[in-house]
């Protein structure tokens, strides 16, 4: 990726690739099934993914995940996933 348009573009699938993959995980908690990440943890991440995706720009806008999020057990990707995001909206800058 070269410019600028097409890392914002990048960014942009992926942030709504986690969105996605959120929602997938709130709906999987209300049928009782497991997930990585909590339900109020989820909501959060969930707000700070909108946020990012309106900000497109980590000097506006960019969440930080608390340690204890990055030791939860990531047995279905979601971790990884919500990781990989933040570092390649990182590269924004």
Known sequence: MTNVSDRS???VG???EGLARVDLALERHGRGEPEDLS???LTS??????KMQ???????????????VLD??????LIDLLVHVHA?????K
């Open 14 to 16: 992926l942030l709504e």
């Open 9 to 11: 573009r990048f960014v």
């Open 54 to 68: 309106v900000a497109l720009d980590p000097a506006t806008y960019c969440s930080a995940y608390p340690r204890f």
């Open 88 to 92: 390649e909206y990182d590269k924004l």
């Open 39 to 41: 339900v109020g943890i």
């Open 72 to 77: 939860w057990p990531n047995e279905h990707g």
């Open 45 to 50: 991440v969930r707000r700070d993914l909108q």
